[in-house]
């Protein structure tokens, strides 16, 4: 988006809230930028009038390149669910503005590594499960093999041709049609229930009492793989963590899943795998992503991401021997050829 639409669009947001009247009593001229994500969203934080509410946020989410309409169904699904998500004060769909609660600045990244991580994460896998539990068919849209595939497509069309300015032959598309058909075998094999698909520490935020983790970016959701977000969560592209930590995490969620009798499967070891192999497909996703934020959108910033997410697919690759050629190939682009190991230790079954 242009400096001159930016300027545009946000006149024509301070005339839409202005025309919203006294009912949310917002005082117009304190207006400023609250965050910006991967998208062509915008979101502003305007101060209130109202105890209960003392500021909220407005979503510029212009057309034709965003739709609101699947922010306010999801919005409406996820409450419905029992977990907390910001409620739509004012809509006009149309135009692309939203007015919604103000969750505050308070990211579960911000509160990486202190002491309260644990109660925060258990909080974050109680609302995962009861977000699943209320999975219904038909509610969402599938994430089916076509979507799947296609994220898949970014890490060779985004990273590796783009970013890393390297044409796959014949033996390097060979090694990724094999891969690409290994990991979408798998995750179209699980379990299916309610996807947010960024479930992870910048789109989870603190808040106070039981209301804990207030959600955001819930816009794509689908129905699909069972471990999708767990992984999301556990293999973050933007904090890492320890694995024993990652292991006591998902067994919690596991268990918890199998008392609520979502399809999980009944060994933990196969559950473990099938969360390895899905997060597989979103590393190499994430890669493709980052990469297309920075040399389609000028979003240069997501490349100091990259290495995590790198290591973390690397890792992965390492482990099985399914995976032995695609690990090979990553090793031969970041590194030549040569005096890497072939295989990573690590926790498997």
């Known amino acids: 988006m242009t400096p001159s639409s930016q300027d545009t669009r946000l006149a024509e947001l301070r005339g839409w809230l202005a025309s919203l009247g006294p009912d949310h009593g917002l005082a117009l001229d304190t207006i400023r930028p609250a965050s910006d994500d991967a998208s062509f969203r915008r979101y502003f934080r305007i101060d209130a009038a109202h105890a209960s509410a003392p500021s909220l946020i407005a979503m510029d989410a212009p057309p034709p390149m965003e739709d609101c309409r699947p922010f306010v169904h999801a919005a409406r699904v996820f409450a419905g669910a029992g977990v ?29 590594g202190t002491g309260e991580t644990g109660a925060l994460y258990r909080d974050a896998l109680d609302a995962l499960l009861a977000l699943q539990a209320a999975s219904r068919p038909g509610v969402f849209p599938d994430y089916d093999r076509t979507l799947l ?21 014949p033996a390097m598309r060979a090694t990724l049609a094999t891969t690409f058909e290994r990991l979408l075998a798998n995750n179209l094999a699980q379990g299916r229930v309610y996807v947010h698909r960024d479930y992870h520490s910048r789109n989870l935020m603190v808040l106070e009492g039981d209301a804990n983790p207030g959600i ?16 999301s969560l556990l293999r973050d592209a933007y904090v890492a963590w320890p694995e024993e930590r990652q292991l006591d995490w998902a067994a919690r969620y596991w268990e918890g899943a199998r008392r609520r009798a979502l399809p999980v499967p009944a060994a933990f070891d196969v559950f473990y795998r099938d969360l390895e192999w899905m997060g597989l497909q979103r590393h190499l996703k994430v890669l493709g992503i980052f990469a297309r934020l920075c040399h389609r959108d000028g979003k240069d910033r997501y490349l100091a991401d990259m290495p995590l997410v790198l290591d973390q697919a690397l890792r992965c690759a390492r482990r099985y021997g399914e995976f032995d050629a695609l690990a090979r190939l990553i090793e031969d682009v970041e590194h030549g050829v040569g005096g890497a190991p072939a295989r990573a230790t690590g926790h498997t079954f």
């Open 84 to 112: 907390s998500v910001p409620a739509v004060r004012a809509a006009d769909l149309e135009r692309g503005f939203l007015l919604l609660d103000d969750f505050g600045s308070t990211t579960y990244l911000s509160q990486a």
């Open 149 to 169: 595939e296609r994220e898949l497509r970014l890490f060779p069309d985004w990273y590796l041709a783009r970013h890393r300015g390297i044409t796959p032959g």
């Open 216 to 231: 955001l970016d819930f816009q794509d959701a689908v129905c699909g793989p069972v471990s999708y977000d767990l992984v």
